[in-house]
């Protein structure tokens, strides 16, 4: 045996595996695959041994057994079809990870949840929280019941999740006009929450999040004051009773909330309220210093859990992009700490783009980093990404991912494609063919079939990405001289790029365009 060293990564990459030489068609592994107990491993943990004569999973429990079928499936997938023989021994680091639908804008459909299931089975992930914004039954109208059909449509995602082992949790947003004061709208939170309980949906969990900072109506001012500490108080209190009403019917004895103060790593008068007000099992989401960041540390983490204490989640704002849909994320997750185990952290959510299909590259990278942080790497997450989200397209879809693959949305689009245009306008030539080749590819990416997702969701960036490297080359042939290329032609092809709301190198190609037409 020797350690895993493939060109073709799967995800999440186990703690442990090592591959010997023989190579069995996945098939007869699994028609001979045996699995044995083990209580000494963790609940999510498992064991797995394929040689010539034997195939054996060890595992401690139904997720054990289940991560290590989808791991031989994903191994399969990657090599063609077979596996090899193979020693694995595998956990996670925390012990909650998932997708968290949390974003502003259109939700998802009932299909795309469906899928986010299955890719969250696949993924080994176990948990998907169900937080559209713009479903008014989970904030607005959070004191009416869900309708029968949408009650249905949770219950079937629902019955989905068990079967791929994942949590389907409902969140309920009330605090944006809740009377917390008001011991009938505690009753009515319950009930609401009840309903979708005995439907058959496994847990509830509450979000504060999006609200002004200080109680929003008088009587509310009245009982707990009128500053953030209020704030605090008023939603620890709907923890509590939330909690203490719905004791023992619901499938975790930990409820996941989000604060209204999130973001950030610092105490406040909220924060400390509503950390104090809270009893032991519930567990907080957290964005980490500010609400879409670049990088979390293990620092941050600490930071974090001294005001929140040893119960901290993240809510991770990748690659969400509900505050600029013009920009897509199909990158890898960048700048998360290595640092997790033995931290106060204790899961971690990915909330996504709102095109579901897109958003699954970050979705993949994510639960590799949320499987085993210290192992991470964001390049083979990104090489396994692009094969489990991509498919058969994977080739063909390469170049746009590989531009639109920067994170956060502060940093530059495509900093390799800047340095290519620096070098070119330097007069090296080298970097000047290299340019021609990258827009060469993207001209191409118009050519794409789009009648299925990925590339579906992804036709307007595709588009968009085809008239910049057509204005590219144009601004190319211009620069070199070439006679069938007139100024007009340029300045035209570039009108055509920047036309798109879809964004693509817009901070890199326009810029050179309009250089090379200043020196012309």
Known sequence: ???????VPILPQPRRIEVGAGRHPVA??????????????????????????????????????????????????????VVPDLLVEDAPVLA???????FYGEPWSHAERLAALRLAGRLRMNSYVYAPKDDPYHRERWRDPY???????????????????????????????MVFSDDGEHELLAAK??????????????????????????????????????????????????????????????????????????ASDYRIAFAAGLPDDVLVWWTGRDIVVGEITRGDIDAAAEVFGDRLLLWDNFPV????????????????????????????????????????????????????????DPARAARAALRIVAGAQAAALAPLVETLSSWPPSAPMDPELAALVAAALDGREDAAGELRARFERWRRLGEIDTADEPARSLAPWLRAAADMGAAGLAALELRQGAAS????????????????????????????????LDAA
């Not at 943990?45 to 999973?57: F, N």
């Open 1 to 7: 045996m020797r350690e895993e060293d493939t060109s």
């Open 28 to 81: 007869d592994v699994l028609s001979r695959l045996t699995d044995a107990s083990e209580s000494s491993l963790g609940p999510e943990a498992y064991r797995i041994e394929v040689r010539s004569d034997q195939a054996e999973v060890r595992a401690a429990g139904p997720r054990g057994f289940r991560h290590a079928r989808a791991l031989l499936d994903e191994l399969a997938d990657a090599h063609g079809g």
């Open 96 to 102: 909650r990870r998932g997708i968290i639908e949390g």
């Open 147 to 177: 309708p029968d059909r949408e009650l249905s449509l949770l219950v079937e995602l629902a019955r989905e999740g068990e079967r791929r082992g994942v949590d389907v949790v409902v969140a309920l947003h009330p605090a944006g006009s």
């Open 193 to 266: 929450a009840r309903q979708l309980l005995d439907a058959g949906v496994p847990d509830v969990a509450l979000l504060f999040d999006d609200v002004p900072p200080t109680p929003a109506n008088d009587a509310d001012r009245a009982h707990f004051g009128d500053d953030g500490r209020a704030l605090g108080e008023a939603h620890a209190l709907a923890a509590r009773r939330f909690q203490a009403a719905l004791a023992g019917s619901r499938a975790s004895n930990e409820l996941l909330v989000v604060p209204m103060d999130y973001a950030g790593v610092g």
């Open 321 to 376: 992009n509900d505050f600029d849909r013009g920009r897509a994320f199909l990158g890898p997750l960048l700048g998360r700490t290595a640092e997790v185990q033995g931290s106060a952290l204790r899961g971690a959510w990915t909330n996504p783009m709102v095109e579901f299909a897109p958003g699954c590259f970050g979705i993949a990278a994510f639960a590799d980093w949320a499987w085993n942080p210290a192992a991470y």
């Open 485 to 516: 290329v007139q100024r007009a032609h340029v300045e035209a092809a570039l009108a055509r790029a920047e036309a798109h709301s879809a964004k693509v190198a817009t901070d890199v190609v326009p810029p050179f365009v309009r250089r090379v």
